[in-house]
């Protein structure tokens, strides 16, 4: 056998051993969107996407409601397809606490808010992801 052919063959080996040793990670579908509350934008909320199996994911919303792509992991972001519990948590703003000082609290109107759907025991919100989505809108009541 020939040197040029033997190099030829061990680069098509090399190179079929790269691809099937290639692992791309899960198929991510890159979900952004509103969250609302009876009908008004809700600001500084994180949204915890809670699967059913697999990773979690988190988005976090702006001062217009508005949450970028949820995020997979500190390098993707996106959510896998399948069914998720989403639990709201709110983000303090402002400058932050010094030690011995209690925790903030949520603004009073956020309260009812948070006590519904801020359960991780009893999750009230339930969302399917599908292949290829790229919105979700939430308005709660």
Same mark, same amino acid.
């Given at each position: 056998m020939s040197f040029?052919?033997?190099a030829v063959g061990f680069g098509f080996a090399l190179l079929l051993a790269t691809l099937v040793g290639c692992d791309s990670g899960p198929?991510?579908?890159k979900v952004s969107g509103t969250l609302k509350y009876k009908g008004q934008p809700v600001p500084n909320i994180?949204?915890?996407f809670i699967p059913t199996s697999g990773r979690p994911g988190q988005a976090v919303?702006? &001062?217009?409601?508005?949450?970028? &792509?949820?995020?997979?992991?500190?390098?993707?972001?996106g959510l896998t397809t399948g069914d998720y519990e989403v639990i709201?948590?709110?983000i303090p703003t402002g400058e932050p606490a010094t030690p011995g000082d209690p925790p903030p609290t949520p603004p009073a109107d956020l309260h009812p808010l948070l006590q519904?759907?801020?359960?991780f025991q009893k999750p009230e919100i339930q969302?399917?992801?599908?292949d290829g989505q790229?919105?979700?809108d939430l308005d709660l009541q």
């Open positions: 040029q052919l033997r198929t991510l579908n994180a949204l915890n919303t702006d &001062e217009m409601g508005r949450f970028g &792509e949820v995020m997979y992991d500190a390098d993707h972001s709201l948590t709110w519904r759907y801020g359960n969302v399917t992801i599908t790229r919105t979700l």
